[in-house]
């Protein structure tokens, strides 16, 4: 550079450069002034973070490309939201995504900011070649136990799928009923994007109804604890008792029964 660009100027062009081998960024190298020292610092940083990103969407692609190698097309994510709350429904979720699917930093739902979850929410809406929904409320929960009932909303989740899928990745679950392909996966949604975007789907939706019943009723913060066990919560049921929503088997529910 014979004639140095203005910090704007640098700041916009290296906003297009990807290799430290480019000309431009060599010569900025060579550039004494703090606030182009600054911008390369940050240009490497970021060059960082969009590598790691870039590595984590590959490594939560493997389960997909692995059910792609044998054929098949129609890969479902199914996770689910609400086994641990003391009140509310358990929501699962189904997700077939396309292809090209635009990962961004789509990550287990419980480490997105409310914010994110919603905009992957509504990416995935948008961009998926179908969602499913399930979910068995309250009274189920109560009748069949929740680990049955998580096994019934995601198998509704699945049954309410635009397209029959042809394999199934599982959060940490088998449906043994359903007669297709499937793999269970531990973790599955920090590993697998499907079931990343299943999680995203479960959650939001879960959230959004327990923002309702809080509504409905008032006095147990479930707009701010989506009816797990927090002290709001515990102190709303030591003062006001079960309301309709509550689990009545179970423990910490079942002690306000008359």
């Not at 490309?65 to 979720?93: S, T, W």
């Amino acid at each position: 550079m014979t004639k140095k660009d203005s910090i704007k100027v640098v700041k916009e062009k290296l906003a297009s450069i990807t290799s430290q081998t480019d000309s431009y960024f060599r010569a900025l190298q060579e550039d004494d002034r703090k606030g182009v020292q600054k911008l390369l610092a940050t240009w490497e940083i970021n060059q960082i973070k969009q590598a790691q990103i870039k590595e984590k969407a590959e490594m939560i692609l493997a389960y997909e490309h692995a059910a792609q190698a044998k054929g098949y097309r129609m890969i479902a994510g199914i996770d689910e939201v609400g086994r641990g709350p003391l009140a509310g429904p358990v929501v699962a979720a189904a997700v077939i995504l396309p292809k090209d699917f635009e990962l961004l930093e789509i990550d287990d739902s419980k480490k997105l900011s409310e914010k994110k979850r919603d905009m992957f929410y509504d990416l995935i809406l948008e961009q998926a070649v179908s969602v499913g929904i399930g979910i068995i409320d309250e009274k189920i929960i109560d009748k069949i136990n929740i680990y049955e009932a998580t096994k019934e909303a995601m198998k509704l989740a699945v049954a309410k799928l635009s397209f029959p899928p042809d394999y199934l990745l599982i959060d940490a679950m088998k449906l043994e009923s359903l007669p297709i392909p499937q793999e269970s996966i531990i973790k599955g949604d920090a590993k697998s994007v499907s079931i990343a975007s299943a999680s995203i789907i479960a959650k939001v939706t879960r959230d959004r109804l327990m923002k309702s019943f809080d509504t409905k009723y008032p006095g147990y913060g479930f707009a701010n604890n989506a009816g797990y066990g927090t002290k709001e919560h515990l102190e709303g049921l030591e003062k006001l008792g079960p309301c309709p929503i509550h689990r009545e088997t179970f423990a910490p529910v079942k002690k306000y029964l008359n």
